[in-house]
């Protein structure tokens, strides 16, 4: 079983793939969005979750996905498909980082899709490259909330803390325009959907051949979050608009 099927097993019950709840999300759009005729684009946007609600939202919204995973991509149409939103959205199976288009976009969302780029930097740096003037950009990765472990290092990579993540993102010339911190409940909840959804699927199905392979990496994941990195990761997801140059700081 590979990884893009754990994945998507284990996103069963908790679509938005990263610790946000539903109220969450929402709000996130609600800021992001600049208008009702917007032009979206998501890089490594997986099952298109956040545009199908945007697009739910915005009856003149039109969006661009862009993911390697292919059964993510078709499990993105079929939901488009049965929310009638089909005809407003694009999606393109390649390499998020490769990714060009013909026309920016108005708003340019990634979350937890930074691995995809090589880090936060490198993702907004592509998110740039694409934005309209006026755009904005939806971003959201993780953070040390404490000092971690060298358990929680290795198994996440080396990151900064929130005050630091959000100084370099405006150094880099972005502003802040509003945020979300993730609670210890949104952290929690995606956590156990993840785990207990992949643990849920294994026991449901064992006689499929991946079904030992699904519960050893649920087993595997939730040790790993439980006695790793629980403690220490946060998840920050922000609204970013361009600082003009006449106002960015200085690096």
Same mark, same amino acid.
């Given at each position: 079983?590979?990884?893009?099927?754990?994945?998507?097993?284990?996103?069963?019950?908790?679509?938005?793939? @990263?610790?946000?709840?539903?109220?969450? &999300?929402?709000?996130?759009?609600?800021?992001?969005?600049?208008?009702?005729?917007?032009? &979206?684009?998501?890089? $490594?946007?997986?099952?298109?979750?956040?545009? *199908?609600? @945007?697009?739910? @939202?915005?009856?003149?919204?039109?969006?661009?996905?862009?993911?390697? #995973?292919?059964?993510?991509?078709?499990?993105?149409?079929?939901?488009?498909?049965?929310?009638? &939103?089909?005809?407003? *959205?694009?999606?393109?199976?390649?390499?998020?980082?490769?990714?060009?288009?013909?026309?920016?976009?108005?708003?340019?969302?990634? &979350?937890?899709?930074?691995?995809?780029? $090589?880090?936060?930097?490198?993702?907004?740096? @592509?998110?740039?490259?694409?934005?309209?003037?006026?755009?904005?950009?939806?971003?959201?990765?993780?953070?040390?909330?404490?000092?971690?472990?060298?358990?929680?290092?290795?198994?996440?990579?080396?990151?900064?803390?929130?005050?630091?993540?959000?100084?370099?993102?405006?150094?880099?010339?972005?502003?802040?325009?509003?945020?979300?911190?993730?609670?210890?409940?949104?952290?929690?909840?995606?956590?156990?959907?993840?785990?207990?959804?992949?643990?849920?699927?294994?026991?449901?199905?064992?006689?499929?051949?991946?079904?030992?392979?699904?519960?050893?990496?649920?087993?595997?994941?939730?040790?790993?979050?439980?006695? $790793?990195?629980?403690?220490?990761?946060?998840?920050?997801?922000?609204?970013?608009?361009?600082?003009?140059?006449?106002?960015?700081? #200085?690096?």
């Amino acid at each position: 079983m590979n990884r893009e099927l754990i994945s998507r097993l284990a996103h069963a019950d908790h679509p938005i793939a @990263a610790p946000l709840d539903d109220e969450a &999300v929402r709000r996130l759009l609600d800021r992001a969005v600049p208008r009702a005729d917007a032009r &979206v684009l998501d890089l $490594g946007c997986g099952g298109a979750e956040w545009l *199908l609600r @945007a697009l739910t @939202a915005h009856p003149r919204l039109r969006a661009e996905g862009v993911d390697i #995973s292919e059964r993510g991509l078709a499990h993105a149409r079929e939901r488009a498909s049965d929310l009638g &939103v089909d005809d407003r *959205l694009v999606l393109h199976r390649q390499d998020a980082a490769d990714f060009t288009a013909s026309d920016p976009f108005d708003l340019v969302i990634s &979350v937890g899709a930074t691995h995809a780029f $090589g880090g936060l930097r490198a993702t907004l740096d @592509a998110a740039r490259k694409h934005l309209a003037p006026g755009g904005r950009v939806l971003v959201g990765d993780g953070y040390w909330e404490r000092e971690p472990g060298p358990d929680a290092v290795e198994m996440l990579g080396d990151m900064d803390d929130l005050p630091t993540t959000v100084d370099r993102i405006v150094a880099d010339g972005w502003t802040p325009v509003h945020a979300h911190i993730s609670t210890r409940h949104e952290l929690d909840a995606y956590e156990w959907s993840w785990t207990g959804s992949l643990a849920a699927w294994a026991l449901d199905h064992a006689g499929d051949p991946g079904s030992a392979q699904a519960l050893e990496a649920a087993t595997t994941h939730r040790s790993e979050w439980l006695h $790793g990195y629980r403690d220490a990761f946060g998840f920050v997801t922000l609204v970013l608009r361009p600082t003009p140059e006449s106002l960015t700081p #200085s690096r």
